[in-house]
């Protein structure tokens, strides 16, 4: 069965919390970081509290951070304007916020509600980084595949890298390069992580002190860091925009998405593919069933992709699985510069998540809006020259959780 080509939904506005801070330092919690997000966002969709029809909260480990679950219920906690509004999270591993945006599509596609309220938070500096760290094992499949792996998700995507390198070859300095790239983007980015970090090219090579490894063939520089952060957009339908103000009002338009779950396990993954094409179907489904709803033939008709790379295999696999090189060719791009700002398939521009940050909950929506601001060109330092249609791809766990949307210009 065909994808049905998705309705109309607009991305009105959205904001961004500085994902450089440490909020337990601040004498803050997730509450504070949640009352942040919501009024920021509200400020720059220009939407009074009262205007939000329904709410929808990504996080991904509010209980296990800081003992917090139930945080549907902390929008409301936090601006007493938005009591009453029917909200509730949504819990996919990193793809948490990113199943908030597909409810909160759903709600206005049904006609039931017309000015939604997204939000992704996530405060996970509230332990020390090594048990932080292994508090997201909790996205894999825990006693299964776990035991005896203290940080399993650089273990995770190390086997990813060593699939490809079976398969098709791989060389880690292509990998090092990915790495290098976003956490260069991400020197432009005003809320990211690791704009201030002092990096020479000696930090993206061997030396084990500039660049530790930190599981079999990946580097301190190929593993996303510990964040806190939230992020936030305003989506609505097109009656609404033509009760205020006119479809000019939205910064974007999503005019497709994909959305496909397979097993927590990753070798299940590995094995099922084995005589495919690429590393993981499911995760080339959902770009393509994307691509067609929004009626585009492939990746040539996309001018700028936010893509996951919590580790830099994952951008490695998005690659080719976004056809921008055959499959198992993704090193091409790499070399070629196709991948920078200026390149024919700009990714990443904001620094991703190795430059930019990964709070994980909210990394969903952080993606939509930095690919609204880049088709409405509100980017600033990072903006991609005359971005009028772009895509990100968001994954939960070892791509159990797999979702890409579709963000147009309304221009």
């Known amino acids: 069965m065909s994808p049905a080509p998705a309705s109309s939904v607009y991305i009105l506005g959205g904001s961004q919390t500085d994902f450089a801070r440490n909020i337990a330092k601040q004498d803050l919690t997730i509450a504070d970081l949640v009352r942040e997000a919501v009024t920021d966002t509200l400020a720059d969709a220009g939407v009074a509290p009262n205007q939000i029809d ?29 009591w009453g509004k029917p909200a509730m999270r949504h819990e996919a591993a990193c793809a948490s916020a990113s199943m908030a945006a597909l409810a909160a599509m759903a709600e206005i596609e049904a006609g039931r509600y017309d000015c939604v309220l997204v939000l992704g938070a996530e405060q996970e500096k509230s332990v020390p980084g090594a048990e932080a760290a292994s508090i997201q094992n909790a996205a894999a499949w825990v006693g299964h595949e776990t035991d005896g792996v203290p ?117 299940e993954k590995l094995d099922a593919s084995v005589n495919e094409p690429f590393v993981m179907p499911h995760v080339r489904g959902a770009i393509t069933d994307a691509f067609e709803r929004a009626g585009i033939p492939g990746v040539s008709n ?68 930095d690919a609204a601001k880049q088709v409405s060109n509100s980017a600033g330092d990072y903006q991609v020259d005359g971005a009028k249609r772009a895509a990100t791809l968001n994954i939960g766990g070892s791509t159990a959780t797999t979702a890409c949307f579709i963000v147009e210009s309304t221009s």
């Open 302 to 369: 996309v001018d700028v992709i936010e893509t996951h790379d919590c580790m830099t295999p994952s951008e490695y696999m998005a690659i080719d699985h976004f056809g921008i090189t055959a499959p198992g060719e993704s090193w091409k791009a790499v070399e070629s510069g196709a991948l920078e700002r200026d390149g024919a398939h700009p990714m990443n521009p904001s620094g991703g998540l190795i430059g930019g940050g990964h709070p994980v909950g909210a990394t969903g929506a952080r993606m939509l809006l």
């Open 151 to 267: 940080f399993f998700w650089p273990y995770a995507f190390d086997r990813v890298a060593d699939e490809y390198d079976k398969r098709f070859g791989v060389d880690d300095t292509h990998l090092r390069a990915i790495g290098e790239l976003n956490l260069r983007n991400a020197k432009d980015n005003p809320n990211a992580q690791t704009r201030a970090w002092k990096l020479t090219s000696d930090s993206f090579g061997t030396d084990d002190h500039l660049n530790p490894v930190v599981a079999g063939r990946l580097r301190r520089n190929d593993v996303t860091q510990i964040t806190d952060g939230a992020a936030g957009v305003v989506l609505v339908s097109q009656r609404w925009l033509a009760a205020n103000g006119g479809v000019g009002r939205a910064k974007a338009q999503i005019t497709g998405w994909g959305h496909r779950t397979v097993g927590l396990g990753l070798q």
């Open 54 to 82: 329904s709410i929808h909260v990504g996080n991904a480990f509010g209980q296990l951070y800081n003992g917090q679950g139930h945080l549907g219920a902390m929008p409301a906690s936090v601006v007493p304007e938005l």
